[in-house]
């Protein structure tokens, strides 16, 4: 900023130099301060303004025989500034004055608008903190009510966070642009911290990395008009940036050069002398006509607080840091700070705005070269300023610990599932969003314990960032305990593919069209510096930028990172994988569909049959072919590619050949419109970037399955994008062997890949334009025989398209040619300005014929439809007249409908029942959190009454009503939740599980029995704030369980930091009632303490607390008790694995209920 001044300090200095040497007398290795409180955790010294806004104490410095106390902002108003207090109240705005209340309060150093100029503060700690295994910090701050100063309008000045060597007094630098760290060019006394190591500017105004001169390779555009030290990148407003070590300050320099900063010097000499040294960086004689000292010819460097290289990033407009709109402390935007140095001196950075995804500044980049090696210990602080400009500066919570603690959320699964099969191996997919937003994909032994319970090994098998990447020497592979060295796959040896408009091709630069080539490159030559003068750290010397680096990057190379020393193209990963989110690992191993060698179609019996045809082959041969093919494991990763990672495989007699069962990457795919996007010219969504945040690409569950044509039973995989993208994509996966899983392979391997501007349908359904209905690809496709004689893939349209609309598309495939026709059933809901969607649908067989009959699919507005595919003309599929049901205030459906069918009691005839829940999980961006659907979300379970005309034709009957006998008065007569019986739930306080204490009673509409008019169902609501189904359910005997998630509170300005947490519910399908005790204790025999839990316990409980994700897999012991294994949000630190559990239930016997929508366990 243009002004402040170091003002009476140097006293206050002085003084507490005298009480800091009793305190350093022994580390503290984890620290942890929460400033929204009435006092502090740790003792503080402070400076100047420094005040929590929560306290009215006095302040204390801290001494030998105390901790002290940090003032309270109210305790200062008369002894330093009044304008700290007053009208600018952190919680509630201009209304109330201070203090805050206990826990909603912060570290204040200045204050806003109006008022607030000149102000200044800080705090530094008292204990050492050793540095032999580095140091890992967390920080978070707020800047707000600021009055736009500034050429940026942000405000001034800003926040500075810094490590000073511990064996030095604590002292504070100068203020203005120097923010209490750097010496100063313009704002005298010009002094510098003493002892300072590292210096993390928050800089609004714009002057914190403003040098007198620019750093070496930098050529703006930013001008340097030298506000504080002798090199910098220039003058740039709403900048987080770095500096380095230094010790500029008269008594500094007179210590340690007295023949040239003697102590005659008067003290406007003092300040001159410190002032020339400060922006020349150099021992600097002001006696002998002001000259930088030179010995033996050169001159004598001093550290100066360079600028870390590269160590900055300049925020867009479009995210300041301060918000200057802001009243109060809850409408500021949070940003979250992590700082990592190794003990090998490796520094990384890394924040988050407004609880959005973590964005890279810099990855362990050596700083011990230009900054001498790690002090013996550290002592931390903050400081903050204004000037001429203003902003309230606070700090709400501090942590630090060793680099080799483990971050907080260290893994993250949110939409994932087991994959179980054969009871050999589950696999579980998560990511850490702490650690360069990277995945994992391992495979854990399933087994029993000696009680028979189902139970998971607590070390996987494999990993696949493990294998992908490979373990140093010295290192290991941090889930399975596998000890280095490993090597990585060979990116030149990995066989990956993508699609170039018309065929699937080798991932390789030469194949890629010129406009792909064109999409990887671009921007690469703009900007200071360009990518293009850049070059990559190779051995034994670097080689400049080629235009298919960014392409070999993706393919898994590192010799163009960003090395140690900050040379580089493209950011430094941990691992190679990319963090895989919404995608669950979907297994292909031996065929095991339901299929029979002789294939009939039972609404049409005398068709002619594909299948059938004399001389294909059948499924029974196919089968024998495929029994002992390579068990594969596909899973879609925001690194912009679909993995396909080897797990074994099973002999010709089903046992399980360990031969393979390593998770290396056998076969990737970049779909064409990643190839697109991956690249971007906006940093931090941009893949490679240094600076990247996080983006997604990959982000939806695949489907495979078997599906016949041109004579032969064929194994695809069908996925979309998820938030990556409007495009869908389908592989043959049938033949996993290396001879065909090959690069040469790529245009038989790829069957293709639709998005909204190459799918075309049927004249029928949607004509040439019915791409516009393809938003992002949510949900996961179904491949599926119809009755038309031909397989095809359905998928939802998905969300944000152009038209609004929600609907699905089939794609059918021609048993001949393998030729692909595309159609579009709308439901005419939804507009651009108010959007519709579908995610999933789910395909219902309702006569055992192994044939669609119908597909259900709920939408974001609420709605539930019904797609009739029965007719062999496809023509004729529609959708219903209009919607079977409406949830209660338009809550959303994301995830697939169950369909099922059930008799109300032994000897009635079967309904067909419909059982999902609401809910909607809206991705984290780069700049918030992710978000959930507001309201009350519920489950419910629906009878689709309306089967009349099926009856009419098929041998497979359901129960019926006529449209007039339903007593329906709606339009289409669609039912809503007051046609259905509530379930009433509530909460047991002591153990949190959701109970059911009496269940209702359904009088089935059509009952003559019933007092009143009948109902078509159950619904019941979800008792936890916020809590939500976006996980699809599924059918285990005739119960209906699902997974629930209850986001973590949303305040983003708290310095608590819960996790989400979810309950597994169980339930009666038909009903929506409790069964007896249905949770089992885990291995109760085993571990007594288990089966007097009241968790367990509870006779009437339909849900427990498992913090489960995704869908559970079910399986089953040998005395036939059901297991639902789960994987968590959370990480086991003991294994530093995601902690994943089995489940057992206590179900009674089905008499009434099967499913009808069914899925291949894989």
């Keep these: 900023m243009n002004r402040n001044t170091f003002g009476t300090f140097r006293a206050l200095f002085a003084a507490l130099a005298a009480l800091a040497a009793p305190l350093a007398a022994h580390g503290q290795t984890l620290i942890s301060e929460d400033f929204t409180g009435t006092t502090t955790s740790n003792p503080w010294f402070f400076f100047a303004d420094a005040c929590l806004t929560a306290s009215s104490a006095a302040g204390v410095q801290p001494s030998g025989s105390g901790n002290g106390q940090l003032p309270g902002c109210v305790a200062i108003q008369s002894t330093y500034n009044e304008n700290l207090v007053g009208g600018q109240n952190g919680v509630a705005g201009s209304t109330q004055t201070l203090p805050d209340p206990n826990g909603q309060g912060a570290l204040r150093f200045t204050n806003g608008n109006p008022g607030g100029y000149a102000q200044h503060g800080a705090i530094v700690s008292t204990t050492p903190f050793p540095t032999g295994a580095g140091v890992s910090l967390t920080f978070k701050t707020v800047t707000y009510r600021g009055n736009s100063g500034g050429a940026g309008g942000d405000g001034a000045d800003g926040i500075s966070f810094f490590l000073m060597d511990a064996s030095q007094s604590p002292n504070i630098g100068s203020w203005g642009g120097s923010l209490g760290y750097t010496c100063s060019n313009a704002n005298p006394p010009y002094v510098g911290m003493v002892g300072a190591y590292l210096g993390l500017g928050i800089d609004e105004y714009g002057n914190f990395l403003n040098g007198a001169n620019w750093m070496s390779g930098y050529n703006g555009p930013n ?70 000292v030179k010995v033996t010819g050169d001159t004598i460097p001093l550290y100066d607080y360079a600028p870390i290289p590269n160590a900055y990033v300049e925020l867009p407009s479009t995210m300041q840091i301060a918000n200057e709109a802001a009243m109060a402390r809850p409408q500021a935007t949070p940003i979250f700070y992590q700082l990592k140095i190794s003990q090998r001196g490796l520094l990384s950075l890394s924040y988050s705005v407004n609880g959005g995804a973590y964005q890279q500044v810099i990855k362990s980049q050596d700083i011990t070269a230009a900054n001498g090696p790690l002090p013996a210990g550290f002592l931390f602080g903050f400081a903050g300023s204004t000037g001429g400009s203003t902003n309230i500066h606070e700090i709400l919570c501090f942590k630090a610990g060793p680099a080799t603690t483990a971050a907080s959320s260290a893994g993250a699964s949110e939409k994932q599932s087991a994959k179980l099969e054969s009871g050999v191996q589950a696999y579980f997919a998560y990511y850490d969003p702490n650690n360069g937003w990277t995945g994992r994909v391992t495979a854990s032994s399933l087994g029993f314990d000696s009680f028979g319970n189902v139970v998971l090994s607590p070390t996987p098998n494999w990993d696949a960032a493990c294998a992908l990447t490979g373990v140093g020497s010295g290192g290991t592979c941090p889930t399975t305990g596998v000890a280095g060295p490993t090597p990585a796959q060979s990116p030149t040896g990995r066989v990956i593919l993508s699609w170039n408009g018309s065929q699937g091709i080798p991932y390789e630069w030469g194949n890629l069209t010129s406009a792909q080539q064109t999409a990887l490159n671009a921007g690469d030559t703009s900007g200071s510096p360009s990518l293009s003068s850049l070059s990559c750290p190779t051995s034994p010397s670097p080689t400049p930028y080629a235009a298919n680096d960014r392409l070999a990057f993706l393919r898994g190379d590192r010799s163009c990172e960003v090395s140690t020393a900050g040379v580089g193209l493209f950011r430094r990963r941990s691992d190679v994988l990319g ?69 074994g495989s099973y002999d010709a007699n089903g046992a399980f050949v360990a031969t393979g069962n390593d998770g290396q990457e056998v076969l990737a795919y970049m779909p064409g419109a990643v190839v697109q996007t991956i690249h971007s010219t906006t940093n931090n969504v941009d893949y490679a970037n240094v600076q990247y945040g996080h983006n997604f690409f990959v982000d939806a569950t695949a489907a495979t399955g078997d599906l016949f044509y041109r004579g032969q039973w064929h194994t695809w995989l069908a996925s979309g994008l998820g938030p990556g993208g409007n495009a869908i994509f389908a592989l043959d996966v049938t033949d996993p062997t290396p001879a065909n899983f090959a690069e040469s392979k790529a245009a038989s391997l790829v069957v293709g890949e639709w998005n909204s501007s190459t799918i075309s349908c049927a004249s029928s359904a949607g004509g040439s334009s019915c791409g516009s209905n393809l938003g992002n690809t949510y949900g996961t496709p179904q491949l599926r025989r119809l009755h038309d004689g031909k397989w095809a893939i359905i998928f939802g349209n998905g969300y944000g398209s152009a038209t609004g609309d929600a609907g699905i598309f089939i794609m059918t495939i021609d048993p001949n040619t393998a030729a692909t026709t595309f159609y579009y059933l709308s439901t005419q809901t939804g507009s651009a300005a108010s959007p519709n969607g579908i995610a999933f649908p789910s395909a219902a067989d309702l006569d055992a014929d192994h044939t669609t009959d119908y597909v259900y699919a709920g939408d974001l507005q609420g709605n539930l439809w019904r797609f009739d595919l029965t007719s062999n003309n496809e023509s004729n599929w529609a959708v219903s007249p209009g919607p079977l049901f409406k949830t209660a205030a338009g809550q959303p459906i994301t995830t697939a409908i169950v369909v099922a069918s059930g008799a109300p009691s032994p000897g009635m005839q079967q309904q067909v029942m419909l059982l999902f829940g609401t809910g909607q999980r809206l991705p984290v961006t780069n700049a918030s959190p992710a978000t959930y659907a507001s309201g009350t979300q519920s489950l419910y379970g629906v009878w689709d009454w309306n089967m009349g005309a099926w009856n009419a034709y098929a041998s497979v009957q359901y129960a019926s009503m006529n449209a007039a006998a339903t007593g329906l008065s709606t339009a289409n007569y669609y039912l809503t939740p007051s046609s259905l019986t509530q379930q009433v739930v509530t909460v047991n306080a002591a153990t949190g599980d959701r109970e059911i204490a009496a269940n209702a009673t359904i009088c089935w509409a059509g009952q003559t029995s019933c007092a009143t008019n009948g109902q078509f169902g159950w619904y019941l609501n979800l008792p936890g704030t916020q809590e939500q189904i976006i996980y699809s359910p599924e059918l285990v005997l005739q119960a209906l369980t699902v997974n629930s998630i209850v986001p973590a509170s949303a305040n983003a300005t708290s310095c608590a930091l819960p996790s989400d947490i979810g309950f597994t519910y169980v339930i009666n399908a038909m009903t929506g009632g409790a069964f007896n005790q249905v949770f089992l204790p885990p291995s109760a025999a085993a571990n007594p303490a288990f089966s007097t839990n009241p968790k367990y316990t509870d006779a009437v409980a339909i849900a427990i607390q498992t913090n489960a994700t995704g869908m559970s897999f079910v399986t089953t012991n040998g005395a036939g008790t059901r297991f639902l294994v789960y994987e968590t949000n959370q990480v086991d630190t003991a294994s530093n694995n995601i902690a994943s559990g089995a489940q057992p239930l206590n179900l009674p016997a089905n008499n009434t209920g099967r499913r009808l929508s069914w899925i291949e366990r894989r």
């Design 223 to 292: 001008a340097a008009t030298g506000d504080n030290t002798a090199l910098g990148y220039g003058y740039r407003p709403n900048r987080i940036g770095m500096r380095g070590a230094g010790n500029i300050a008269w008594s500094w320099l007179n210590a340690n050069y007295p023949q040239y900063y003697p102590s005659s010097f008067s003290a406007s000499d003092q300040q001159a002398a410190v002032q020339a040294t400060c922006q020349s960086g150099l021992v600097w004689d002001l006696s002998h006509h002001g000259k930088a």
């Design 579 to 647: 963090d895989i989110v919404d995608s669950s690992p979907a297994w292909v191993g031996p065929p095991i569909a339901p299929y029979t060698a002789v294939w009939s179609d039972r609404l049409y019996p005398s068709a002619t049959n594909p299948e059938t045809a004399s001389g294909s082959q059948t499924y029974t041969q196919f089968v024998t072919a495929a029994q002992t093919r390579t068990n594969v494991v596909y899973a879609g990763s925001n690194d912009g590619l679909l993995h396909g990672f080897r797990s």
